[in-house]
């Protein structure tokens, strides 16, 4: 099978799973929402902060240096899996010993019965990293996608079930660790690697250097996207912590699953053609120009409605988490972007310019950090919109010692996909302005109805390259 044909056909299964499991997991956070009151998505929020930074750790980036090695052994394999078990191993006593400390800090005494039971799901991620990886290289994300969707049916209905016996903050720690649990089982059931091969302190050795430091980027980054939640919780209350944390959530949805359907596919196929100079810029330039053409829309429509969307989805409990969400939302128009040109330099730089690049944006996000916090969490929320913009031009500047795509080809390409979005914002606001009598219901029906109208007539109308690229994407991937 030729590599775009087995791109396409991954981004079609990666999609077809994003798009069902964000809505799983969506009717799954609406009836948990319902359930649990905001200290709980609180509580959660302060220990994600631990577990984004131990997951990096336990994998210390080296599934990305396998999918980028020509051809891994059994030793590579088995090398880096013992190594992700004994480190996984490590933070859980870690975390358990600490937590006592943890819940002092916060006034929280659950912690220290949560965090022994939440932590378990660093050795259960280890078992799967391998066996994820294999999967990813030989591009058989058909399986992937359906041991996704499975692993997050399962844990939903659990977390439903904790919580309609009234479980609280079990719900979302159940789901948490049913998640990784089922999906490592699944992946050693269905993948074709058992275990062969022995440690080779040679190999760990020659993939430790692009590792570590893959690593070392990815720990930065997981702190600085989670960071705000430690102070939030702290400096203002759980409660609080809870609705923004909410914000975060339900923005992450759409903009997570959409990341993570083009990445898992984009990453092994532009390392294939990495040599390639005028296909790979070419491709990269397709790449954020659809990434803009169906995320633009997407956000900003969402912080148009978040009202009526937060009424209808979850009730007056959590309006206080709208006004967040307005602003939040909008930072899934430049993540998305960053991460791609993030996946450029992670094919074509030896990790140590990517190291650099994030000490330079962290140190930017510090100061940002250091400013908003203290105000309010609303500026808190403005600061993270624009953190992701800071970090996008920072990654694409960074690309163009690699690439031939300049700034001029890249804004051209995106231009006309903001625009429409412009033109679909004017008349999504002037339904709220005109017909404010209007039930939240009818009112979420019409502005959604005039905003996909507008959108796709004006892509269709002014024969914008992108709309004509994912008609082609889509025709693509319904015939095969």
């Known amino acids: 099978m030729k590599l775009v044909d087995q791109v396409a056909k991954g981004v ?18 609406i009836v948990v929402a319902r359930l649990l009151v905001p200290e709980d998505f609180g509580v959660m929020a302060i220990l994600t902060f631990f577990t984004a930074v131990a997951l990096v750790v336990v994998d210390s980036g080296f599934s990305q240096t396998l999918l980028r090695k020509e051809s891994p052994s059994n030793d590579d394999y ?10 996984s191993a490590l933070l859980y006593l870690i975390f358990v010993v600490l937590s006592p400390l943890l819940a002092r800090y916060y006034d929280l005494a659950v912690i220290v019965k949560i965090a022994p039971v939440l932590f378990l799901l660093l050795p259960l991620n280890a078992l799967g990293i391998i066996q994820n990886t294999k999967l990813s290289r030989e591009f058989r994300f058909g399986l992937l996608s359906r041991i996704n969707f499975v692993a997050s049916l399962v844990a939903g209905a659990v977390a439903i079930a904790v919580a309609v016996c009234g479980g609280g903050v079990w719900a979302l720690v159940a789901q948490r660790l049913t998640v990784v649990a089922v999906k490592s089982l699944l992946l050693w059931w269905r993948g074709d690697w058992r275990g062969e091969g022995k440690f080779s302190g040679a190999a760990w050795r020659a993939m430790a250097p692009f590792s570590m430091r893959l690593m070392s980027t990815d720990i930065v980054s997981a702190i600085y996207n989670n960071v705000a939640q430690l102070f939030i919780g702290k400096v203002y209350s759980p409660n609080t912590l809870g609705y923004f ?24 196929a532009m390392a294939k053609i990495k040599d390639d100079a005028d296909k790979f810029a070419e491709s990269y330039r397709k790449v954020l120009m659809i990434n803009v053409f169906v995320m633009a829309p997407l956000v900003v429509g969402m912080s148009l409605v978040a009202e009526p969307l937060f009424l209808l989805l979850l009730g007056e409990r959590w309006l206080p988490t709208v006004p967040y969400f307005e602003v939040i939302a909008l930072a899934g128009l430049f993540y998305p972007l960053a991460m791609v040109a993030y996946n450029v ?42 953190m992701t913009l800071i970090e ?51 009112m979420l029906a019409m502005q959604i109805a005039t905003g996909v109208i507008v959108y796709l007539l004006g892509a269709s109308i002014f024969r914008v390259e992108a ?14």
């Open 12 to 29: 079609a299964w990666s999609t077809a799973e994003k798009v069902c499991s964000m809505l799983l997991q969506m009717v799954v956070s």
């Open 467 to 480: 709309f004509r690229e994912f008609k082609c994407i889509v025709k693509g991937i319904l015939k095969r």
């Open 345 to 386: 330099l992670k094919v074509h730089s030896n990790g140590a310019i990517i190291f650099r690049l994030e000490l330079v944006k962290k140190g930017v996000m510090t100061l940002v950090l250091a400013l908003t916090i203290p105000h309010s969490t609303m500026a808190i929320a403005y600061g993270l919109v624009a």
């Open 392 to 442: 996008f031009i920072i990654n694409f500047a960074a690309t163009r010692r690699y690439t031939t795509l300049g700034w001029w080809a890249m804004v051209r390409s995106i231009i006309p996909s903001l625009l429409l979005t412009a033109m679909m914002s004017i008349a999504v606001y002037m339904i709220d302005f005109y017909l404010h009598n209007l039930s939240y219901v009818a």
């Open 78 to 87: 088995k090398s880096v899996f013992l190594f992700n078990l004994g480190v």
């Open 245 to 268: 944390n909410q914000a975060q959530k339900i923005k992450d949805l759409p903009v997570q699953s959409a990341v993570l359907s083009v990445q898992t596919v984009t990453y092994p």
